[in-house]
């Protein structure tokens, strides 16, 4: 059955027919156009006419109730003509623009692929300048400067250059080519390090960012590219931008680079002093969990939020207050760390007997953030002053965490009495303060009796826990899970109706901690149980252990802990591991050669500088170490039940210094039940064991 329509239109009904023809194509795909031989008849319609009705989506079973239905003695319309191949360079260069500019809506870069195809295949221009048409048409659209406006400024440029792998392949390589030579060329004018990046090179570098994350550039080149560009004073503005910018689209692809490349990178990067570029270094630094050495005369303002790279908002904020530096070329025997202040409020309304027993650093937005026993999760500012409390009524909160690459922050904890059929519960809030640190979700399973941690994956879209499972039979399974931090954040997603991924269920004992190897290895963490062993994991190799420190392969237990791993902790490198067990010991590994023999080894008979005289280290059990954030290569941090102290391991053996925190009274140390370094500030975090307060602690020289 067809339909036959004849219309005669004026010229000024033209649009008011376009738009009827899009009307019909929602209804069936079978609409032609024919040109009539009389004066009035309808025009072929246009070339952006003609792509919108193709584009149209075809018809659901059955009409709509509100479409009249045809009657059956008409027949139903042909199909519609193609709209006219390009026949001049100037036809060419105007339809390419005409589908390039649809790309603004991402949902039309399947239908928009497919008209380029055929405009490709049915011009009759040579082959050479029908391409040399596209790219002009290309750079036009895509580097319009229009698109750092609203609401263009939503979409940048990476739209636009998600239609590149889609060009037909005998023309795609020879563009591909072209565009990145364009690009590259465009970064590499010689420009003041003041240049205005917005408006000079911010969407040329978002543009080789997206062609590293589309792999037309392989990372490793463009790692050697923006070093290139780095060491030449006048081209470091648009390095520094376009290297912000491939850390936000490639974090987890520079995490697999060649780590010789990667460490020459950030070596030039580590050596640029200019004031100017001082903010974004530092957001760099942050998202890629690398510390910076500290330099003379260098100082590090806070770090822009993770979801917005400096250059993105154009010139960087004002800076905050620097962070304090440790010395250069520091006497390491001569370090310590001294109570320079100490957060507490009254107003926190935290009952009688509550204590902070965990905390988390954001060092995107310079908030710390506090959680324990009968008092909310508090939220600081480095000033000591409370931004935020977050109340989570009956749950102890065991553990925090923040996820960088969303800035989430992340916590677990256990109810005790139960909360209904519930014991334990992971709660995710946006870590951004402008946000209000609203819920984004939670996960609340009814046969899991405990989580003891939870840790953001880096490089993945997971986090992982450590939970007690408890069994049908009533026995427990003490399992590391992996859950999909998409799921858990999904509208009307109900927190009991989410199942790990995957579970690693190889720990006889209770799950006490992890650690997560970084952007240096996405997906690998380390974790230590109450069963005294310490195991490496890859979310990639399936749910068996990697490797297992301290144990040799005839071994039934752990040679180098003999009581509960407590703690453990990678360096920013991802080359050392450290643990910690209530059996006094400290042991640091080398990740790059799991053994059975730690690198260094620290305990009850080691010496420990202790205020200007030397004992054995009597600690009586190893609470925290942490490497991730210290100012220093090799210094790590350790709260023990017996006081803190500094442990350097850059040398042959370690070196113990306690720290000046003594209680109240002056006669004892002072317990901490969690610490935490401010990323390469050389400033330290301690929850006191003994109130609800955090002392903060500097490295300093005696």
């Known amino acids: 059955m067809k339909i036959q329509i004849e219309v005669d239109l004026e010229p000024d009904e033209f649009d008011l027919a376009n738009e009827l023809l899009r009307t019909l194509n929602q209804l069936t795909e079978h609409v032609r156009v024919r040109r009539g031989s009389s004066q009035g008849s309808a025009p072929t319609p246009t070339a952006a006419a003609a792509a919108a009705a193709a584009a149209a989506p075809p018809a659901a079973a059955g009409p709509p109730a509100a479409v009249p239905v045809v009657p059956m003695a008409m027949p139903l319309p042909a199909a519609a003509a193609p709209p006219p191949a390009p026949a001049t360079p100037q036809d060419a260069r105007r339809m ?116 590293s994350e589309m792999d037309f550039v392989g990372i490793d080149g463009a790692i050697q590219t923006i070093e290139k560009l780095l ?105 310590w760390l001294g109570v320079t202040g100490t957060f507490s409020s009254p107003s926190l309304g ?3 007997g509550g204590t902070y027993f965990t905390l988390g650093w954001d060092p995107t937005s310079q908030h710390l953030f506090s959680g324990g026993r009968d008092v909310p999760v508090t939220v600081w500012g480095t000033d000591g ?71 953001a994956l880096p490089g993945t879209p997971n986090l992982i826990t450590g939970e007690s499972v408890r069994l049908p039979s009533g026995a427990f399974q003490e399992q590391i899970s992996l859950y999909d931090l998409n799921r858990v954040m999904a509208p009307g997603v109900a927190g009991a109706g989410i199942e790990p991924v995957m579970a690693f269920q190889e720990h006889k004992n209770l799950v006490t901690c992890l650690a997560p190897l970084g952007l240096h290895s996405p997906g690998t963490f380390v974790s230590g149980s109450r069963d005294f062993t310490v195991k490496i994991w890859d979310i990639r190799s399936g749910n068996t252990a990697v490797a297992t420190f301290g144990v040799q392969p005839s071994d039934i237990a752990s040679t180098t802990h003999s009581e509960m791993v407590t703690c453990v902790d990678v360096s920013a490198d991802g080359t050392m591991l450290l643990s910690g067990s209530l059996d006094q010991s400290l042991a640091a590994w080398d990740m790059r050669h799991p053994t059975a023999r730690p690198l260094a080894t620290a305990g009850p008979t080691s010496v420990c500088n202790q205020h200007g005289t030397q004992s054995q280290w009597s600690n009586h059990g190893i609470l925290k170490a942490v490497l991730e954030g210290s100012p220093l290569d090799k210094l790590a941090a350790v709260a023990t039940v017996q006081g803190l102290y500094t442990v350097d391991f850059s040398g042959a053996a370690p070196i113990i210094t306690a720290a000046a925190a003594l209680t109240k009274d002056g006669t004892a140390p002072k317990q901490y039940n969690d610490i935490r370094w401010a990323s390469g500030s050389g400033r330290l975090y301690a929850a006191a064991g003994d109130a609800v307060s955090i002392d903060v602690l500097e490295v300093q020289q005696m």
């Open 96 to 211: 390419f623009s005409e589908q390039l500019r649809r790309l603004g809506d991402a949902a039309q870069l399947d239908a928009v692929s497919a008209e380029l195809g055929r405009l490709f295949g049915s011009s009759p221009l040579p082959p050479q300048a029908l391409q040399e048409e596209f790219l002009e048409a290309f750079f036009g659209v895509a580097f319009d400067p229009r698109l750092l406006q609203p609401p263009g400024a939503d979409l940048g440029v990476a739209p636009y250059m998600h239609v590149l792998p889609r060009l037909p392949e005998g023309v795609r390589d020879n563009i591909k080519s072209k565009v990145i030579a364009k690009v590259l060329g465009h970064l590499n004018q010689k420009r003041a390090a003041g240049a205005s990046r917005r408006e000079e090179f911010y969407l040329q570098a978002d543009a080789f960012a997206v062609l």
């Open 231 to 335: 060491k030449n004073g006048e081209k470091r503005a648009a390095a520094i931008t376009t290297l912000g910018k491939t850390v936000e689209r490639c974090r987890a692809k520079l995490g697999s680079a060649n780590p010789a490349f990667l460490a020459s990178l950030f070596g030039v990067l580590d050596g640029v002093a200019e004031p100017a570029f001082q903010y974004d270094i530092e957001w760099i630094n942050n998202n890629m969990q690398r510390s910076r050495p500290q330099q003379p005369g260098v100082t590090v303002p806070a770090a822009a939020p993770t979801a917005a790279p400096p250059a993105a908002a154009g010139a960087a904020p004002p800076a905050a207050a620097a962070a304090a530096a440790a010395p250069a070329g520091p006497n390491r025997s001569s370090l």
């Open 350 to 352: 935290a009952e009688p």
């Open 385 to 455: 002053r409370v931004q935020k409390t977050i109340e989570s009524p009956g749950m102890y909160v065991c553990c925090l965490d923040v996820e960088l690459a969303n800035q989430l922050l992340l916590m677990c904890g256990i109810y005790d009495p139960p909360a209904g059929a519930y014991k334990s519960r992971i709660a995710v809030y946006d870590g951004r303060p402008n946000q209000g640190f609203a819920p984004r979700g939670d996960i609340m399973r009814q046969e899991v009796d405990m989580t003891a941690v939870v840790r």
